[in-house]
């Protein structure tokens, strides 16, 4: 039996509807693994940026001079190695749990395009062939006429059968493949999760430890405030910054 013109839209709706929605949920794939990579990226350039820091410090004269001061930029030294430790840890387990299951995931799909591609030209043929025996049907019956008819016919029934075939397949393993994106997913966005809570709760414990070795017993934010002001008065009162 040819595909009646209702029969046909309504598998064309449908197909394109399921289809649809794979393109959004691979667009949505490729975009998700391309912000967790820079998000990783930025994590790992800010923690070695901080990490450098310290190390300046330390190679600052003014450490040699000062055994406060060196005491206080060793804290901090090692509060960012550990911190940039950590930061390490937190990066490959996202990148192990997270962005490769994305990239595998998103591997599938160049497969299903091109079986939609096959799809796409068993659909030109049929409406191609289906044209020719729709033109045929049109003419006088004549003995010509009807003998040409059957042969299209014949053509284009294996056409239309190929064209049922990757129709049904299609529209029952789209909906499925979307489907399982929520089985596929959820691991890998709860191991996001932890590895974000295991960081920063790791990263609470090393600045607390770190505020209590630093801070001066009696002295607020403020009160450090206006030390800094004063202390920035003074130099600025020096002949040799002093406004011509």
Do not use: W
């Amino acid at each position: 039996m040819i595909f009646q013109p209702v029969k046909m839209l309504l598998v064309e709706r449908d197909f394109e509807r399921e289809y649809g929605k794979l393109q959004q949920l691979e667009e949505q794939t490729r975009k998700l693994q391309k912000d967790l990579k820079k998000s990783t990226d930025a994590d790992l350039a800010m923690s070695k940026s901080a990490v450098k820091i310290p190390l300046d410090l330390l190679s600052n004269p003014l450490c040699e001079q000062d055994q406060d001061l060196l005491s206080m930029v060793t804290a901090l030294d090692t509060a960012m190695k550990r911190m940039d430790a950590f930061n390490q840890e937190k990066v490959n387990q996202i990148q192990k749990t997270v962005i490769e299951p994305l990239k595998n995931f998103g591997s599938v799909f160049p497969s299903l395009n091109m079986a939609v591609k096959r799809r796409e030209q068993a659909l030109q043929d049929y409406r191609r062939l289906q044209a020719k025996v729709e033109k045929y049907e049109e003419k006088e019956k004549t003995g010509p006429v009807l003998a040409k008819l059957h042969q299209a016919r014949e053509e284009l029934r294996p056409v239309r059968e190929n064209l049922e075939a990757k129709n049904r397949q299609l529209l029952e393993e789209m909906p499925r493949f979307y489907s399982s994106r929520l089985d596929y997913f959820q691991p890998s966005f709860e191991s996001l999760i932890r590895a974000q809570v295991v960081y920063y709760s790791e990263m609470h414990k090393i600045f607390g430890d770190l505020t209590q070795q630093l801070d001066q017993p009696g002295h607020s934010d403020e009160q450090r405030e206006r030390e800094n002001e004063a202390k920035l008065s003074e130099l600025r009162a020096l002949s040799i910054v002093a406004d011509d």
